[in-house]
């Protein structure tokens, strides 16, 4: 198993993270959405996704064994649901993301992952799970565009998309680039009821 995976790469460290692909129909909608605001930077519809562990930077060969704990693991199926639209920053919103409903099986996934980068010495932080995609992301707002805000959530802030079940999830890495961060899959995982 381990000898296919990561083939070409020979970075020695990435910045990794796993997370939970979404359907391109929701992606197309909320990539529709926060076009809808002419400030801040978007985030194209290929990269939304649910984070359920973010690695930052990891060597090559920890990767490795994270893949092959993840791929000996029974990972379940969570329920997926969107309910509505939010920013992170209270005051100086820094985020405009769609929520996800919290959800047991998602929950539950999400501490397997954790569980299995434990025990290949990844130390996480400890942080409240609050599901989301990332939608934009903000610097400092000014005064009309603290309106067009609120003009947005007025319009669009009761976005709703109805459950589905994730089929996998997956082991991204990413690289920062002055457009933005690139996403690219370096294993998936099936996710089984």
Known sequence: ???GFMRGWSRG???AFVGIPLPEDLTDRLEELAVGLRFGRAVPAENMHVTLAFLDEQPEEV???LHEALAGMHLPAPHLEI???DVFGGDKPRLLFARVVPDAGLSDLRAKVRQAAGQVGIALKHERFRPHITLRRFSRLFPHERLELEHFFAACGGFAWPGFAAPDCVLYASHLTQDGAQYDRLAT?????
């Open 1 to 3: 198993m381990r000898s």
């Open 13 to 15: 460290e990435m910045r």
């Open 63 to 65: 990767l490795a064994d």
């Open 83 to 85: 309910d509505g639209l």
């Open 189 to 193: 995982y099936p996710l089984r009821a």
